[in-house]
């Protein structure tokens, strides 16, 4: 876009359609793109002209519709002429409009949708209360949730199930073979036993009851709905003969298995779209002719436009930050050089992050301000670091976000009064530059940006941070080495990149591929002044920043196509003869989709197809979409080893769905346009910037080292082969580019194009200030405290993500139940990711005791998950790596998982009702299943399957091949932790780093030393107390002793001694629930750490339920004692009454089976179920239906639960009346209703069944948590073996129903039929 052109559209072009307009409506400003033909000159050889307008999304003192109004000025801009803004708008020279907008992401974040009803299967109404039942936020002890976005729940008394289930060894015994009129075959091939078909009427009135009240719009969300529609189809009739003016039905909108995304994805359509509607037609009625004569099309979330009256608010949430990932694949991306990208999109209050390597990446299952989508979406990772994110001093650290001072109050640089953010720190330090930014600010909205209250407050800043007053610990005191305001600013710079590199990292390396060999797509109004520095932070040596990056959204959606999706549900086992099957129905989708867009004027040469089909192994639910065309089994393989490092030769391939995208375009996009004219293009270098003609001044701009004379350049100004050395500022209209020292730019006709060049005295002047941190390391620097902070946390969410995509176990790679740690040379945990509260504190004590106990060397890793060993309890296997230099250890890192069955008296290893530790499966103090770099799977084998097996009553594991290979994943993930460990040294130097895990520590020592200060002013004295009765009548006996300095004995003396069952609990586990209490108690920031325990001393009596001897059972103590001690340790610190206080530790299975000579494996199930959340001294009252505390595990999908084994699920709803009163009260427990189809173990392994939650301060105690067995009578023992389902047995009129109680802990062999029914115990309330 040249700003000298002032050439009109042509009067012969003139009414004729010719001006094509992309609108990108954002969270701020909108930006409009119009471009237009024009006559070429001798000065302007092009034949059209780019127009850009940039306007804020809201200003109703001058208009009252952003997108209108943009368009307004581009049409007078291509005509010259007036178009009054209280008119109409004159269509006839408009070709097309393009638009993404936020309505719809505003609307879900701020709640300001469509009041709707959500119509469910009966036993479902809480389905989405529920959700997946894990918190947000692991520390946050308030526990606050997003509301749902219904208004009324009408339960339908219908239900259908699944024929078979996949876990069944035998598969053919179970499939119907004809003739029954209950069973049909539904869109996914699946048979469905239809169980109860619904009273119709009695839906009618119903509905008419929801109509009555003033609802218009519904969702329908029925189980099985995905392959079996005919209920769904029935009620969306039912309710569009009543009169509701908006229905989505989940079959519709999201073919996809797992009935609480799809639930959540209709219900949002239902909430979105009627507005979305109002909204599309209130903006073509301000068009002369509406959209009569003009195309419209709107952008959705998976990267294509649709027309507009397709448009749907389920698909919108992502509009406009897809267009941008359009906007910087089309303009950068090269086929031929297949150089990926990393997209990186930094506005006002947060940043956008994705990836292009040829192909759009999809994913199918997001989360949205709390809501699950289930929908095609652009993989666009989300970070709360933007121009307007705030910036703090917390704990010792700098912090940046993910608070926003948002458009108003802004910064502290726009004169709203409002904080310093990031945009105070570019500004002051001379990066943006006030005098050229617009004028837009103070009461009359004509001064320029606020340097002087930046500089003030900054000068405030840096008081706090050099006197060390936020970390009220002198061995953080920085004086000596004081931080001048132009460094602390720099800080949070650096800070606010680190942050912004975690999701890049995500996105790449944590999936595979190398960052390095990226190159960075920088785009929005923030990015081009962090360009550079995270480019430099990833290894990245080349970024572009095209010439409209401030609004390349809008240059995006010009670019873009239309998009039509057809997809179908599939249960097919992949093999030959299903691939030609599949090939036909793909075909039938073809012929679908490429209607659709015939259907929209588009012809069969602009249409193209993609087929997918979404695949996963048998047994896993992560399913990957791969592209047809060739060998799709050899595909599927590769991209599997890509993205999780490994495949499964002996499992079966399951095709989940199938896919076909069809795409329209009426132009042929041309890629990689840059990279032909870097080729040839002639490069002069501005060796003196200030006799240029884009020459605009010469100013100082703060670097790593001081101040640079930097030149400021006008971008429209510079010419294409001009080459610009950092450090230089290119301004545009509307953004800011900064080339920093070490970079060159090299401006083409559509880009700057940033380059790494050789390390100068930038990079020198870095490596200077470091070198002197490593002479002095007794002194803190705070800038590399919060820096290193952020990597020591990155570098354990990588383990992390590592082990989950390579593990192929459920409790691992869908239940989440891991984490992963890094540990400094004594084996002190420095950072662990927020993965299982309980494992938190827990594996520092392994750690120190291999330490003592092996003598180690490099290549070694030591599994151990005895509880005298630093374990909790026996499935938790904790892998640990020693990290070695120069033949001495100088870190540690360690991985534990969750592994579903270790051997011992039962399926699973949780038996309800273990005595001795040898019942509850394989145990080992310490043992190398990697000694000097060689696995030791005959030694591993003989400890898993061998020695588990000697016992009575015991055996191995029952699947040997899983817990290998998650094994494996936990050493591929150690191993990873090493590689970043060392790439952290080779950066910053060894000393340093061990220098900063220590002073990181300190931080947290010193966060928990103040709270420990408050709390004893707080309550008048420094003595708290605190206890509580497990349901066998043991006591937990609580006497903190608070001192003036901040330290804490926690006494735990007059404890029960340990009992002869399994609730004991490893000391390991004390120290877990006291680390997590106080990390929550801060409630700010903090590095979860060993300094969070180092002002506290842990008493703990000897062979007490606490610290049991070494034989005693323990696996109820991981999850059930280690819930009760959080209780006592928050109700003594007065913060919260009593939660559940159990996890609902529920499994079932059958054992493997012989029969003629065949065996047939068995297979076992583990779940958690959540309960209620205690009322609160500092929230209003307790989460209902959450897991809190010690675990925070996510349940399966009812439909995935039904599909995989022979069970029904009748009701998981909210226990209502469960939670106890109070002024702050307890959230309800939840009930859970399980029908067996076949005779299989069943065990309960839980608490709070005999003592209630109690309340604190006056509050109620909740109620009690109920386990009950339905178990069904029958007149023969032929019923009794009948392994079809029960409803049949009712119809001889011979089977009645017996309800026991099984207590909190038990055992039983149930039959078809039977039901066991869980209800949790509620959580307590808070204050009278």
């Known amino acids: 876009m040249d700003p000298t052109d002032n050439r009109l559209l042509p009067g012969a072009c003139d009414g004729k359609h010719q001006v094509r307009i992309s609108v990108d409506r954002g969270g701020t400003f909108t930006d409009c793109v119009g471009v237009f033909p024009v006559e070429p000159s001798t000065t302007n050889p092009s034949s059209e002209r780019t127009a850009v307008v940039k306007l804020l999304s809201e200003d109703p003192a001058h208009y009252p519709d952003a997108p209108r109004e943009g368009i307004r ?33 505003n609307a879900l974040l701020e709640r300001k949708g469509e009041p709707c009803a959500l119509v469910v299967t009966h036993g479902f109404q809480d389905l989405l209360k529920i959700g997946n039942q894990a918190r947000p936020r692991i520390f946050d002890l308030s526990i606050s949730k997003p509301e749902v976005l219904y208004q009324q729940v009408v339960q339908i008394d219908e239900r259908v199930t699944l024929v078979g289930y996949a876990m069944d060894p035998r598969p053919s015994a179970h499939q119907q073979t004809g003739g029954s009129s209950d069973v049909v075959v539904g869109r996914s091939g699946e048979q469905v036993r239809v169980l109860k078909t619904p009273d119709w009427e009695c839906v009618r009135k119903q509905l008419q009851q929801v109509y009555d009240s003033g609802i218009r719009s519904i969702a329908v969300c029925l189980m099985h709905a995905y392959t079996f529609t005919a209920h769904e189809d029935k009620v969306g009739d039912i309710a569009s003969s009543i009169g509701f003016t908006h229905i989505t039905l989940s079959s519709r909108l999201s073919p996809m298995i797992k009935i609480v995304p799809r639930a959540h994805s209709a219900t949002a359509d239902a909430y979105l779209t009627p507005g979305i509607r109002r909204y599309v037609d209130g903006f073509a009625s301000g068009f002369d002719a509406g959209f009569r004569d003009i195309r419209v099309d709107f952008m959705q979330s998976d990267g294509g436009l649709t027309p507009v009256d397709h448009f749907s608010g389920l698909r919108a949430i992502l509009s406009g930050p897809a267009a941008g990932v359009v906007g910087y694949s089309v303009t950068s991306y090269c086929a031929s050089r297949q150089v990926p990208l990393v997209g990186f999109d930094m506005g006002g209050t947060s940043t956008d992050v994705s990836r292009f390597g040829g192909e759009f990446e999809h994913v199918f299952e997001t989360t949205t ?209 299903a691939n030609q099957a599949l090939s036909v129905r793909l075909d039938e989708l073809s012929t679908a989709a490429r209607k659709k867009l015939a259907s929209q004027g588009f012809s069969d040469p602009q249409i193209r197809l993609q087929k997918y089909l979404n695949m996963r192994y048998d047994g896993t639910d992560t399913a990957l979409m791969v592209p047809c065309g060739g060998d799709c089994l050899a595909r599927f393989e590769s991209m599997h080893q890509q993205e999780f490092g490994f495949v499964l030769k002996d499992r079966r391939i399951i095709v989940d769905d199938l896919r076909v995208r069809a795409v329209g375009s009426l132009a042929e996009a041309k890629l990689g346009q840059v990279y032909d004219e870097l080729d040839v293009l002639p490069r002069r270098r501005l060796q003196d910037p200030q006799v240029h003609p884009a020459f605009v001044d010469s100013v100082s701009v703060y670097f790593q080292g001081g101040y640079r004379k930097t030149a400021v350049l006008k971008l429209g100004a510079l010419q294409p082969g001009d080459v610009v050395l950092g450090p230089t500022i290119v301004l545009d209209r509307n953004s800011t580019v900064l080339v920093e020292p070490d970079w060159e730019a090299t401006v083409t006709s559509s880009q700057l194009v940033l380059d790494r060049v050789s390390a100068t005295a930038g990079a020198a002047a870095a490596a200077a200030q470091t070198d002197s941190i490593r002479r002095n390391p007794t002194k803190v620097d705070p800038i590399y405290l919060s820096v290193l902070a952020n990597r020591f946390m990155s570098i354990a969410e990588q383990m992390g993500r590592t082990l989950e995509k390579t593990s192929v176990s459920t409790n691992i790679k869908e239940r989440l139940d891991f984490s992963c740690a890094l540990f400094d040379q004594h084996g002190n945990l420095v950072a662990n990711a927020p993965h299982i509260p309980v494992h938190l504190g827990s594996m520092s004590h392994a750690v120190k005791f291999q330490l003592q106990r092996i003598n180690l060397r490099e290549g070694d890793v030591i599994l151990v998950n005895h509880p005298q060993a630093g374990g909790t309890h026996l499935p938790d296997i904790t892998l640990i790596s020693p990290v070695f230099r120069e033949g001495r250890i100088i870190f540690f890192v360690a991985s534990r ?126 003595q708290l107390k605190g206890h509580d009765f497990m349901d066998d009548g043991s006591k937990i006996n609580l006497c903190v002793d608070i001192g003036d300095d901040g330290s804490a004995q926690f006494d735990f003396t007059g404890t029960s001694p340990e009992v002869y069952g399994n609730t004991n609990a490893p000391p390991s586990v004390t120290h877990s629930a006291i680390i997590y209490c106080l990390r929550c108690m801060v409630q700010s920031d903090l590095p979860l750490n060993q300094g969070c325990l180092a002002p506290v001393k842990v008493v703990i009596p000897e062979y007490s339920l606490l610290s049991p001897s070494p034989n005693a059972a323990v696996v109820g103590g991981n999850v059930l004692t280690s819930q009760r001690l959080c209780d006592v340790i928050l109700m003594a610190f007065g913060i919260a009454a009593a939660s559940q206080g159990c996890m609902n530790n529920l499994t079932f299975g059958i054992p493997a089976i012989e029969e003629d000579g065949v065996r047939y494996e068995g297979w076992g199930y583990y779940e958690t179920i959540a309960g209620g959340h205690g009322g609160g001294r500092d929230w209003p009252r307790g989460q209902d239906g959450v897991h809190t505390n010690m675990t925070n595990t996510t349940i399966t999908d009812p439909e995935i639960l039904e599909r995989r084994y022979p069970v029904i699920l009748h009701q998981f709803s909210l226990r209502e009346g469960s939670g106890g009163a109070g002024k702050h009260p307890g959230g309800n427990g939840c009930i859970r209703d399980i029908e067996f189809l076949e005779g299989m173990s069943v065990s309960l392994l839980t608490e709070r069944r005999a003592f209630p939650p109690p309340g604190l301060n006056g509050g109620g105690s909740a109620a009690c948590g109920l386990n009950l067995w339905k178990r069904r009578l029958c007149s023969s023992e032929s019923n009794a073996a009948d392994t079809q389902h029960a409803a049949e047995l009712d119809k001889t009129g011979a089977a009645r129903t017996q309800v026991l109680n099984l207590g909190g802990k038990n055992t039983v062999f149930v039959n078809p039929g039977d039901h066991i029914v869980v209800m949790t115990p509620g959580g307590g309330g808070y204050g009278k």
């Open 73 to 105: 000025r581009i049409l007078e801009i291509a005509t010259g002429r007036p178009h009054p803004r209280d008119a109409p708008l004159d269509t006839s020279n408009i070709e097309s409009i393009r638009m993404g907008t936020t309505v719809a992401t």
């Open 369 to 577: 301000a709390g809501v699950t989508i289930q929908a095609p979406q652009l993989d666009i990772n989300t970070v709360a670091a933007g121009g307007g994110s705030r910036l703090f001093f917390r704990n010792g650290l700098m912090v940046v976000g993910p608070e926003s001072a948002g458009a108003f109050p802004g910064p502290a640089c726009y004169r709203n009064g409002g904080p310093l953010c990031i945009t105070d720190a570019n500004l002051l330090l001379g990066r943006l530059r006030a005098e050229h930014f617009p004028h837009i600010f103070g009461p009359n909205e004509n001064q320029p940006l606020d340097i002087d209250t930046t500089r003030s407050l900054f000068a405030e800043l840096a008081n706090e941070i050099n006197g060390g007053a936020s970390t009220g610990n002198k061995s953080l005191d920085t004086a000596g080495q004081e931080k001048s305001v132009e460094e602390i600013a720099l800080g949070f710079l650096q800070v606010a990149n680190e942050t912004m590199c975690r999701p890049i990292r995500t996105l790449t390396e944590a999936r595979g591929h190398d960052v390095q060999k990226h190159a960075l797509a920088c785009f929005g109004g923030a990015g081009g002044q962090h360009a550079c520095a995270v480019a430099a932070n990833l290894g990245i040596r080349r970024v572009f920043v095209h010439r409209l990056a401030s609004v390349l959204s809008a240059v995006g959606l010009g670019l873009s196509e239309v998009v039509h999706e057809e997809q179908s549900p599939s249960a097919a086992v992949w093999s030959t003869a």
């Open 897 to 1022: 998982g969750h592994h579903a069955d270790i051997g011992g008296i039962l399926p699973g290893s949780m038996p309800p009702n273990s005595r001795e530790l040898f019942q509850e499966g394989a145990s080992s103090m310490g043992m190398k299943i990697v000694d000097g770099g060689e696995f030791q799977e005959a030694n591993v084998r003989h400890m898993l399957v061998d020695e588990p097996a000697q016992y009575p009553g015991c055996s191995g594991t029952r699947n040997y091949r899983d817990v290998l290979s998650d094994l494996k994943a936990q050493i591929a993930a150690n191993h990873r932790g090493i590689a970043l460990l060392s790439q952290l040294c080779a950066e910053y130097g060894l000393e340093m780093v061990q220098e900063y895990m220590g002073h990181i520590q300190d931080t947290a020592e010193a966060a928990v030393r103040a709270l420990l200060k408050e709390t004893r002013k707080r309550h008048g004295t420094g």
